[in-house]
């Protein structure tokens, strides 16, 4: 049974690019949720999809924007990189919006020099 | 708005010995709650979740947690620690019936140290 995957596992870019972060949900499940992780912090929830819509948003900017694809899969796209951007970003799945518990994948470690 | 404190940065226990890693949240509805473990450059793993009935769930690994409704906490607990569950704990809450509904709000984290 095929867990979470996230790609790529580390990026590196400068201010002011652009990043997309690719997420694949486990297997059976339809929803999608994203997460950053700043350094010796818990997660914070930056939004959720599902039926190819964004639901729920968390308190970030618009620079940070989403997609989910017919098969599930997530793309998580930031504009205009900021230094305080630099984070673990954390996918999560679920079976639909209610679905009571989320599964990690592993991650994709952003740096911005 | 939900929150979640974790009051301990740190945990020190040594191998054998109970640990207890605390937990206290903030919801105006009904909360799920959940706890994650988190070893280095990874992502989180599941452990367990409350969401209704007996307040004590049982989880992963021979973890359990205690709901208290009257206390607001969810305090993971283990009757005999291992060397190798020394991690980064992160409790979680969910309000299921507020405006943030499908969100998990997450603690600061405890890290867990079991000393052999």
Redesign the interface.
């Known amino acids: 049974d095929a867990g979470v995957t996230q790609s790529p596992t580390h990026l590196i870019k400068t201010r002011g690019q652009q990043v997309t972060l690719r997420c694949s949900p486990k297997s059976g499940h339809d929803t999608v949720s994203w997460y950053q992780q700043a350094l010796g912090q818990g997660p914070q929830f930056i939004f959720q999809y599902y039926e190819e819509e964004e639901r729920q948003r968390g308190n970030f900017p618009d620079r940070f924007s989403g997609h989910q694809f017919p098969n599930y899969s997530s793309e998580l796209n930031v504009n205009a990189l900021l230094l305080g951007d630099s984070a673990l970003y954390l996918c999560a799945s679920s079976l639909g919006q209610a679905g009571s518990t989320q599964y990690f994948g592993p991650g994709t470690r952003l740096t911005v020099l | 708005a939900q929150s979640?404190a974790q009051p301990e940065d740190q945990v020190n226990v040594a191998e054998g010995n109970p640990l207890t890693v605390k937990c206290t949240y903030s919801v105006s509805g009904n909360p799920?709650l959940?706890w994650?473990v988190q070893y280095p450059?990874?992502?989180?793993?599941?452990l367990l979740?409350y969401?209704t009935g007996d307040n004590l769930v049982k989880g992963s690994y021979g973890f359990e947690a205690e709901f208290n409704k009257s206390q607001t906490s969810f305090h993971l607990k283990k009757p005999s620690a291992l060397v190798s569950d020394s991690a980064l704990y992160?409790c979680?809450v969910r309000d299921?019936s507020g405006a943030?509904?499908?969100?998990?709000?997450?603690?600061?984290?405890t890290k867990l140290s079991v000393i052999p």
């Open positions: 979640v799920y959940f994650y450059n990874r992502g989180l793993q599941f979740k969401i992160f979680a299921v943030g509904s499908y969100q998990l709000t997450f603690g600061k984290g």
